[in-house]
């Protein structure tokens, strides 16, 4: 599932959003580092594409070629195996 960083709300796009694509919901632009699978607020120029070019507005559309949608279904399946294990964790 892919959904706007700003409202959390899904995108039902079937395609890749493009430079002017903007959240039906929000308004805010799509094709941005914050929807973006590489973003990575621990990285070098938080992105862990190494050849993407620094992009300083995160929440802005910009240009890059590395661009793909993050999908939140995968992110939140680690985050909750990694709370399970966690919890499992406690009763050992």
């Known amino acids: 599932m892919r959904v706007c960083y700003h409202c959390k709300k899904e ?3 079937d395609y890749k959003p493009g430079r002017r ?4 919901h929000c ?5 941005c580092c914050l929807n973006c699978q590489f973003h990575d ?3 070098y120029n ?3 594409e190494p050849q993407a070019e620094r992009v300083l507005e ?5 240009f ?3 661009f793909q949608f993050k999908d939140t279904s995968i992110t939140d399946q680690i985050k909750k195996s990694d709370n399970k294990k966690s919890f ?3 009763f050992k």
């Open 27 to 31: 308004g805010m632009d799509l094709h």
């Open 11 to 13: 995108w039902k796009g």
């Open 41 to 43: 607020n621990t990285s």
């Open 46 to 48: 938080e992105c862990r």
């Open 21 to 24: 694509d903007i959240c039906d």
């Open 64 to 66: 890059c070629d590395y």
């Open 88 to 90: 499992d964790d406690l």
């Open 58 to 62: 995160k929440e802005s559309s910009n």
